[in-house]
């Protein structure tokens, strides 16, 4: 399998590719800084150094030729403004749904965020937390509405840097919890080798479920 992960430098991106290329997948990493590319092949992947934020449709989509599935990975980051949610964990996502329609990849998994299909997130909270959330609703929206695509979106709780467990709770709603970014990165493998995930949304935190097992239920009658 050839999968392209966008915001391919991120610590989920990071342990997703391992995993990936550990079992013989091919993996393509988009990243904004060149400085990055060394880690990026230290986990398997080849490096695109390409700007989400400063590009277009048909330069992402000569990236994604021959690609099986696109993971979206990326966002703005710790420290950034509310424009730069908007730009990045919004405009970037659907750029990538828009490019992987023009190069025939129909499968997308999304890496999305607990309440991001609140309609009105508290108005009352921290702004720029609350333009995070409309910014990856938008996004969510937008990808599920494509009919071309077969898209996951996962929306991990609290994320950690404790070792993965390979044990995990998910559903439409789990409540609040935390996971570690490692078994997120299972997760997303997982998905992508189950395509019947394709159009199901769904909250993953830390529990007792092994990953397959918790996928798998996802579908199951």
Known sequence: MR???AGG???????????????GDSVAAIIRNPDHADDVRAAGA??????????D??????HLSGADAVIFAAGAGPGSGAARKLTVDRDAAILLADAAEAAGVHRYAMISAMAADVAAPDAAGDPVFVAYLRA????DDEVRSRSALHTTIVRPGLLTDEPGTGRVQIAART??????????????????DSPETAQHTFEVIA???RVGDAVAALTRD
């Open 207 to 209: 529990g007792a479920d």
């Open 175 to 192: 409540g609040r919890g935390a996971i570690p970014r490692a078994d997120v990165a299972a997760v997303l493998v997982a998905v992508l």
């Open 136 to 139: 990856k609703g938008a996004a």
């Open 46 to 55: 080849d490096p695109i150094v390409l700007d989400l934020e400063d590009t």
């Open 3 to 5: 999968v392209v992960i």
């Open 9 to 23: 430098h991120g610590k989920i991106a990071l342990a997703t590719e391992r995993l990936l290329t550990d079992r």
């Open 57 to 62: 449709v048909e330069a992402v989509a000569a």
